[in-house]
């Protein structure tokens, strides 16, 4: 995410759910970190593994925070969730302070023909039987693909987040282009 945190650094992560990436960030760059989520039960997860964090309930397109409040915001796998990406992606850019960096990782579409096939198959027809027989709740496992499919890819995200305001922005696939990591910095 751009150069390193400076000391103190104010971090929000937002779709933080149990708060695992909030308590990461908070343990590998002693930043103070506050997680963000509409789920208050996930929320008081969280809360329950790290009493030393602020985790709130709230909004992704309507933060509750002031313009300029964050040195560096965080959001994995939550911007696909969102009524409008682009309003998410706004916010996220309110919320930083000028040349604040956002870090987005979410999953995306494979970049090897071949990978992309045999991922396709797995996450349309093998993980919605295999995730509905041990979870009995097949619906589930077909949202993901579904929402996957319908959200940006790796270049028209970053062009999106270009539109939002974000300057410098980069991506990188992970395991072939299953999830991307997303960063950009506030001008």
């Known amino acids: 995410m751009g150069p390193l945190l400076p000391a103190g650094a104010q971090v929000l992560d937002i779709a933080c759910g149990t ?7 908070f343990e590998n760059t002693g930043a103070q970190v506050v997680g963000l989520d509409f ?10 593994k790290n009493r030393q964090l602020s985790f709130i309930e709230g909004d992704a397109l309507d933060l509750p925070f002031a313009e300029g409040a964050f040195d560096a915001v965080t959001i ?5 969730n969102l ?3 682009e309003g998410g992606l706004e916010e ?9 960096w956002a870090a987005i990782l979410e999953f995306s579409k494979p970049t090897v023909p071949g990978f992309r096939a045999l991922v396709t198959t797995y996450c349309t027809r093998l993980l919605p039987r295999i995730g509905g027989l041990v979870s009995g709740s097949r619906s589930a496992y077909e949202y993901l693909p579904d929402s996957v499919s319908r959200f940006p890819d ?13 300057d410098e922005v980069v991506f990188e696939n992970l395991t072939g282009g299953v999830a991307a990591l997303h960063t950009g910095r506030r001008i």
Request: glycine share 8%; charged share 20%; net charge positive.
């Open 19 to 25: 708060g695992d990436l909030s308590i990461a960030l």
């Open 39 to 48: 789920c208050r039960p996930m929320l008081e997860l969280a809360a329950k």
């Open 76 to 80: 994995a796998f939550g911007l696909r």
């Open 83 to 85: 009524s409008s990406v």
């Open 92 to 100: 996220l850019r309110r919320v930083l302070k000028p040349n604040g």
């Open 154 to 166: 790796q270049p028209a995200l970053a062009a999106l987040m270009r539109d939002a305001g974000f």
